[in-house]
């Protein structure tokens, strides 16, 4: 009676039931286990792009920015400091960041015009991506970030330029100081007003009197002072120098009168035997025949006599001596003797 009074669908509704879920699970196992390897390395394909992109967008770096004054108002100087480079620490994907640190970054310029002293520059962040070369480019921080604009007056003057002459001369040789010319003799400095105000003269580079033996021009430079900010127009001179030769008397005292071409069957001699010699002229060769360098000789000749015996009085001897000196002989005649040998 039971069975008579059961629903004759409900053995169909069982078996439909029955059907469709065995195709759902099959459906379940194809879709997880067919082609599992393709399908695991899919997976780990994906895994490594999102943690690589991930990672990408994450990477930090610090770059070197130069940091160059541009522009600034002409009637005054810039006594601050100005940072020589910024340390800018960027944000961004590697990929981005690797294009940035391949190049050098170029300058950031600064423009101090419209300016006034003790104000505040702030380095602008949209211009520091423009010197790296990456726009919309992550900026973490930067130092310094900005920096005091201190400015003075702008002065000029024209001072005079001495020559710094040092040492003395050689011996023998004068240099006449007060007469040292320099060309230009007036140089144009300009700079801060409290370092250019001070300035009444430049002094030339140290040159060296030891060495100069004749007038002599010398191209030097000009010392520049140590107060900061203050610029020449004229780094170097041209110094004229006048050295001249001291005059000066050197006795001898008694010199040997040589005998030159002499017969070789005569014998030839002088009376007196020798004479006083005194030499003047410029000191440096006076100096050189007093130590030997360069001789002195009193010589008479005997070319212009015929080979036999004879005497010939009042013979002015010759003065062998260097260029430029004048020779003084006492007495001024001798007397030469021709005679056979062994005779007087």
């Given at each position: 009676?039971?069975?008579?009074n059961a629903?004759?669908?409900?053995?169909?509704?069982?078996?439909?039931?029955?059907?469709?879920?065995?195709?759902?699970?099959?459906?379940?196992?194809?879709?997880?286990?067919?082609?599992?390897?393709?399908?695991?390395?899919?997976?780990?394909?994906?895994l490594s792009?999102?943690?690589?992109?991930?990672?990408?967008?994450?990477?930090?770096?610090?770059?070197?920015?130069?940091?160059?004054?541009?522009?600034?108002?002409?009637?005054?100087?810039?006594?601050?400091?100005?940072?020589?480079?910024?340390?800018?620490?960027?944000?961004?994907?590697?990929?981005?960041?690797?294009?940035?640190?391949?190049?050098?970054?170029?300058?950031?310029?600064?423009?101090?015009?419209?300016?006034?002293?003790?104000?505040?520059?702030?380095?602008?962040?949209?211009?520091?991506?423009l010197s790296?070369?990456?726009?919309?480019?992550?900026?973490?921080?930067?130092?310094?970030?900005?920096?005091?604009?201190?400015?003075?007056?702008?002065?000029?003057?024209?001072?005079?330029?001495?020559?710094?002459?040092?040492?003395?001369?050689?011996?023998?040789?004068?240099?006449?100081?007060?007469?040292?010319?320099?060309?230009?003799?007036?140089?144009?400095?300009?700079?801060?007003?409290?370092?250019?105000?001070?300035?009444?003269?430049?002094?030339?580079?140290?040159?060296?009197?030891?060495?100069?033996?004749?007038?002599?021009?010398?191209?030097?430079?000009?010392?520049?002072?140590?107060?900061?900010?203050?610029?020449?127009?004229?780094?170097?001179?041209?110094?004229?120098?006048?050295?001249?030769?001291?005059?000066?008397?050197?006795?001898?005292?008694?010199?040997?009168?040589?005998?030159?071409?002499?017969?070789?069957?005569?014998?030839?001699?002088?009376?007196?035997?020798?004479?006083?010699?005194?030499?003047?002229?410029?000191?440096?060769?006076?100096?050189?025949?007093?130590?030997?360098?360069?001789?002195?000789?009193?010589?008479?000749?005997?070319?212009?006599?015929?080979?036999?015996?004879?005497?010939?009085?009042?013979?002015?001897?010759?003065?062998?001596?260097?260029?430029?000196?004048?020779?003084?002989?006492?007495?001024?005649?001798?007397?030469?003797?021709?005679?056979?040998?062994?005779?007087?």
């Open positions: 009676m039971g069975i008579d629903n004759p669908d409900d053995s169909v509704v069982r078996k439909g039931t029955a059907r469709v879920i065995p195709r759902r699970r099959n459906l379940l196992r194809r879709i997880f286990q067919d082609n599992l390897g393709l399908k695991l390395i899919s997976l780990i394909i994906a792009l999102f943690i690589f992109v991930k990672e990408d967008k994450g990477k930090e770096a610090d770059i070197e920015v130069p940091v160059v004054l541009s522009n600034i108002d002409d009637h005054i100087v810039f006594t601050g400091e100005l940072p020589r480079s910024l340390r800018v620490r960027v944000r961004d994907r590697w990929s981005r960041l690797a294009r940035v640190l391949e190049q050098k970054p170029s300058p950031y310029l600064v423009d101090l015009r419209g300016f006034s002293n003790e104000s505040m520059y702030v380095f602008d962040r949209d211009r520091l991506r790296m070369g990456l726009s919309g480019l992550s900026i973490q921080s930067v130092y310094p970030s900005e920096f005091a604009v201190t400015v003075e007056p702008k002065i000029e003057r024209v001072v005079p330029v001495r020559p710094n002459l040092v040492g003395d001369p050689p011996p023998g040789y004068l240099v006449a100081r007060e007469r040292a010319r320099v060309y230009p003799p007036q140089v144009r400095i300009w700079g801060a007003k409290s370092s250019v105000k001070g300035i009444d003269e430049l002094l030339s580079w140290p040159i060296d009197l030891g060495s100069l033996e004749k007038d002599s021009r010398v191209e030097v430079a000009v010392q520049k002072p140590s107060q900061p900010f203050l610029y020449l127009d004229e780094e170097k001179v041209r110094v004229d120098i006048p050295v001249q030769e001291l005059q000066d008397r050197l006795a001898l005292g008694r010199v040997d009168v040589l005998v030159k071409n002499c017969p070789e069957t005569l014998t030839c001699t002088v009376e007196p035997a020798s004479v006083q010699v005194a030499l003047t002229g410029p000191q440096p060769a006076l100096l050189k025949v007093k130590r030997g360098v360069t001789p002195v000789t009193v010589t008479v000749d005997a070319v212009d006599f015929d080979p036999t015996v004879s005497r010939h009085d009042g013979l002015r001897p010759s003065c062998e001596r260097p260029s430029g000196l004048d020779c003084t002989i006492s007495p001024r005649a001798v007397l030469l003797t021709l005679s056979m040998p062994g005779r007087k």
